[in-house]
């Protein structure tokens, strides 16, 4: 995995925060719909309710694409956070969109890739966040499945799981996301959101997610 610069990380972490789009909670924790326990929520779709920030991580993500995988020729979005950010991107760099579903409709033609595509395209995955990175990877097994030749991903922010580099290094996916956990906690402690003994709460959450209980 790779990200954009340690200042741009800075910048997108600080908007995502500024609008709360990102929620640090130690020690009330959130429970993801996996049953996991967590100390962080991740609502980007939030920023879309935000013009300028919405503006400026569009811009993020459109010079990500442009300079990083400058061979997409055609743009996919992940159901359904990665919808919007998809057709944004699309949309600013004049590319060709699809997006993905979750499963098959189950009615009408059926389709679980929604848009004109043809076989051998060479595709640019868009997603809001990559957690464990399953739920991304089934996208890009359903872009395959389709004769697509799926070169890479980018996300607004992933947690930056082990598991995740594990999964995408196995599905041979290079992936890039604008900022990232670690960037998030150390912006969060500077701007004194987090107070020095949470650190490293957060911290540890990371290293075994699935386990990981809370504050005891």
């Known amino acids: ?27 009330d924790p959130f429970t993801w719909s996996s049953g996991w326990k967590s100390p962080i929520y991740c609502d980007n779709r939030k920023v879309l309710s935000f013009p300028y920030v ?11 694409a442009f300079e990083k995988f400058p061979e997409a020729a055609v743009l996919a979005g992940v159901a359904t956070a990665g919808i ?11 590319l060709p969109y699809i997006y993905v579903r979750p499963k098959p409709k189950e009615h009408g033609l059926g389709n679980q890739i929604e848009g004109y595509y043809e076989k051998g395209q060479q595709v640019l995955v868009i997603e809001d966040l990559i957690s464990t990175g399953k739920s991304s990877l089934l996208v890009v097994d359903v872009l395959r499945q389709a004769g697509l ?19 995408f290094e196995k599905a041979e996916v290079p992936y890039i996301s604008l900022t990232d956990y670690p ?30 209980k809370g504050v005891s």
């Open 84 to 94: 919007p950010w998809g057709v944004l991107v699309a949309d600013q760099l004049k």
């Open 183 to 212: 960037t998030l906690i150390s912006l969060a402690l500077e701007k004194k959101i987090i107070r020095p003994e949470d650190e490293a709460i957060l911290l540890n959450w990371r290293k075994d997610p699935a386990n990981w």
């Open 149 to 167: 030749h799926v070169i890479g991903m980018v996300s607004i922010c992933t947690y930056d799981f082990e598991v995740a580099r594990l999964a």
């Open 54 to 64: 919405r503006d400026f991580i569009k811009s993020e993500m459109c010079n990500t």
């Open 1 to 27: 995995m790779t990200t954009s610069t340690s200042t741009d990380r800075k910048a997108v972490a600080e908007k995502l925060l500024q609008i709360q789009a990102i929620r640090l909670q130690p020690n």
